[in-house]
């Protein structure tokens, strides 16, 4: 069963830090991997998506890598703005086959501080 | 980008009455959406999957006469809670997607329902 995890649980650092957001997967067999944004109370944005063929997407001040045999995924935020303050979660998708379904971590919230 | 709309974005309603909260994709074709279920500073658990057309898919644990879900056309589906009660207060999330896509999901925004 695929388990993702997400560490750490909250981050809070001062306005125009880089910071890095760490998801990790058990198994490694994916194909594709969605960091998502939540603001409180609100649905989620998708930021970026990685394929399992890629090592990263660039958005913006945002870098996603994935490194697919250790089963893990950065999300790397620069200069960072009191806006990006939110809960980020990821998700990899097992299969292309089958219903695709998404298995979520816990998420981390970060709090980018004035 | 592809945009998802749920309808009520909140609700309340008294323990054994159903609601039903409604999934739209707006500017595309979902020939799948899942409902998901997030409680309190926790993450998304998926409930099921509805492909247009057929019966959805409940993940384990989940009732699936408590939690009826249809997806009549490709752009709509919907989710009945019946006969509620207070733990079934929670934030309920949408997702679509179509076939040939990356099959990346598109959320809604979430209808949160509190039971009284």
């Known amino acids: 069963k695929q388990e993702v995890t997400q560490i750490p649980a909250a981050l809070s650092v001062p306005e125009g830090e880089n910071l890095v957001l760490n998801c990790s997967f058990t198994?490694?067999?994916?194909?594709?991997l969605q960091w998502f944004r939540q603001d409180p109370g609100k649905g989620l944005t998708s930021l970026l998506l990685i394929q399992s063929s890629q090592r990263e997407q660039t958005s913006g001040r945002l870098n996603a890598s994935l490194d697919k045999s250790s089963g893990r995924s950065t999300l790397y935020i620069a200069a960072s703005q009191p806006g990006d303050s939110a809960t980020y979660l990821c998700a990899v998708t097992a299969s292309p086959q089958g219903a695709q379904k998404l298995v979520f971590g816990q998420g981390t919230r970060l709090t980018i501080n004035p | 980008g592809a945009v998802v709309s749920q309808h009520p974005s909140r609700v309340i309603c008294k323990s054994g009455t159903s609601v039903k909260i409604e999934c739209r994709s707006l500017?595309?074709?979902?020939?799948?959406m899942f409902w998901y279920r997030q409680f309190p500073k926790k993450s998304l658990m998926l409930m099921a999957t509805?492909?247009?057309?057929?019966?959805?898919?409940?993940e384990q644990g989940v009732e699936k006469d408590k939690f009826l879900i249809n997806h009549a056309s490709l752009t709509l589906s919907t989710l009945t809670v019946t006969s509620a009660h207070p733990e079934d207060s929670s934030f309920y999330i949408c997702?679509?997607?179509?076939?040939?896509?990356?099959?990346?999901?598109?959320f809604g925004p979430g209808t949160r329902l509190t039971v009284t």
């Open positions: 509805s492909n247009e057309g057929s019966k959805a898919t409940y």
């Open positions: 500017d595309f074709q979902a020939t799948t």
């Open positions: 997702s679509a997607r179509w076939d040939g896509h990356l099959y990346e999901q598109y």
């Open positions: 198994d490694s067999a994916i194909y594709n």
